[in-house]
Each structure stands twice: as structure tokens, then as C-alpha cells.
């Protein structure tokens, strides 16, 4: 009857709720690991950008070089 279902119910509940809680800490754990290899990840990321952008500034600098010698060579011409 109503009581048997009742009992059901609330065993249910508590099935869910251990369920719920295990699943989370799972879910904690995995990802606190996630976390840690992004954290690793992002730090590699860094560091392959920082030397990207060294090379860039470096051909920039080099064209910049260049773009000055040739408005140098263009006063001169004028002059």
C-alpha cells in the first residue's frame, strides 16, 4: 500500500542523494586533476607564446630597421 510505496520512495531518495554525493566527489577529483594539467598546459601555452612573440618583435624590429634605412635613403635622394 501507500506505506510500502512511501518506503520505497525514501530508499530511492538516499539510493540518489549516496549516488549524487559519490558522483560528486568524483567529479571533484577528476577534476581537480583536469585542473592541474590545465594548469600545466597554460604554463607550456605561456611559454610557447612568449617565444612566438620574441619573434615576432624580432621581425618587426628587423622591418622597422629596414623601413628607416629606406626613408633614410629617400631624405638622402631628396636632399
Do not use: C, M, P, Y
Amino acid at each position: 500500500g501507500d506505506a510500502e510505496r512511501n518506503t520505497e520512495a525514501a530508499e530511492l531518495v538516499v539510493v540518489i542523494i549516496r549516488s549524487w554525493r559519490f558522483i560528486r566527489l568524483f567529479h571533484g577529483l577528476a577534476f581537480s586533476e583536469k585542473l592541474r594539467h590545465d594548469e600545466h598546459l597554460k604554463q607550456l601555452d605561456e611559454k610557447v607564446e612568449l617565444e612566438n612573440l620574441e619573434e615576432q618583435l624580432k621581425e618587426e624590429n628587423e622591418r622597422l630597421k629596414a623601413r628607416v634605412e629606406e626613408l633614410g635613403e629617400g631624405e638622402k635622394g631628396k636632399a
